[in-house]
């Protein structure tokens, strides 16, 4: 059965084409990455559960949507998904974060993590993972098992591109892990990137094409 909710939104896919576009520069690509980072992490938590709240507006008393529990922790996968977690910051400012460091090794695609950070509550909040990029979803199956392992319940997965390996992927390792992606790709190369896709996300975000 399939985790992956596509994102419709006319802004979100105006903002994709830019990151796409081989002549977008490093620094137009940060920027635009936390818009879009803003915009999914709304989006992949539009369903939080809500509490009424009695509050009083200038005007009168009235009883007031407010979310039941505390912020969700943001997690980043580095590198890539320090661009999303700025823009997902500016949405969730309170929220506390976690990073978790792997590297894909281009010739077995297998990832290697490098870091841990993370922070202790995550069984009493839940999570939101982001990384711009599930290919294979070696990244994202190692990262949500690792949140897992450090205690992490409800746990839902944001990226901006998604290949059919990938989503595959993760709705077989992790069923229980919602995805939503600004859009769903063709396919992966011989080389494991995804195509059309917009290249190497880290490296666009960071300068550090070759
Ligand atoms: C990229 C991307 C994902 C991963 C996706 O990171 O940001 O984390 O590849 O590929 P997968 O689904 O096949 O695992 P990369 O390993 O290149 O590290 P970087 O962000 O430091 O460049
Ligand atoms: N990682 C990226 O940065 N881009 C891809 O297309 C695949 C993996």
Same mark, same amino acid.
């Given at each position: 059965m399939s985790t992956l909710r596509v994102a419709r939104h006319a802004l979100l896919r105006h903002k994709l084409t830019r990151l796409r576009m081989r002549e977008t520069d490093s620094a137009t690509?940060?920027?635009?990455?936390?818009?879009?980072g803003a915009i999914l992490t709304a989006e992949a938590l539009r369903d939080l559960p809500e509490q009424p709240r009695l509050i009083d507006t200038?005007?009168?008393?009235?009883?007031? $949507?407010? =979310? !039941?529990?505390?912020?969700?922790?943001?997690? +980043? @996968?580095? /590198?890539?998904?320090?661009?999303?977690?700025?823009?997902?910051?500016?949405?969730?400012?309170?929220a506390p974060i976690g990073?978790?460091?792997?590297?894909?090794?281009?010739?077995?695609?297998?990832?290697?993590?490098?870091v841990v950070r993370l922070p202790h509550d995550l069984a009493q909040r839940g999570a939101l993972l982001l990384? $711009?990029? =599930? !290919?294979?979803?070696?990244?994202?199956?190692? +990262? @949500?098992? /690792?949140?897992?392992?450090?205690?992490?319940?409800?746990?839902r997965f944001a990226c901006v591109l998604a290949a059919p390996e990938g989503a595959a992927r993760l709705a077989a390792e992790h069923?229980?892990?919602?995805?939503?992606?600004?859009?769903?790709d063709e396919r992966l190369d011989?080389?494991?990137?995804?195509v059309p896709g917009l290249g190497d996300a880290g490296d666009r975000c960071f300068g550090t094409a070759g």
């Open positions: 690509f940060r920027r635009v990455l936390a818009e879009i200038p005007m009168a008393r009235m009883q007031a $949507p407010a =979310l !039941a529990g505390p912020e969700p922790c943001l997690v +980043a @996968i580095l /590198r890539a998904g320090l661009g999303l977690l700025e823009g997902a910051g500016w949405v969730l400012p309170e990073h978790l460091g792997l590297v894909r090794n281009e010739a077995t695609l297998q990832p290697t993590e490098y990384d $711009p990029m =599930l !290919a294979t979803g070696g990244s994202a199956c190692a +990262a @949500i098992a /690792r949140l897992k392992a450090s205690g992490a319940t409800a746990i069923p229980d892990v919602p995805v939503l992606t600004a859009a769903l011989a080389r494991g990137y995804i």
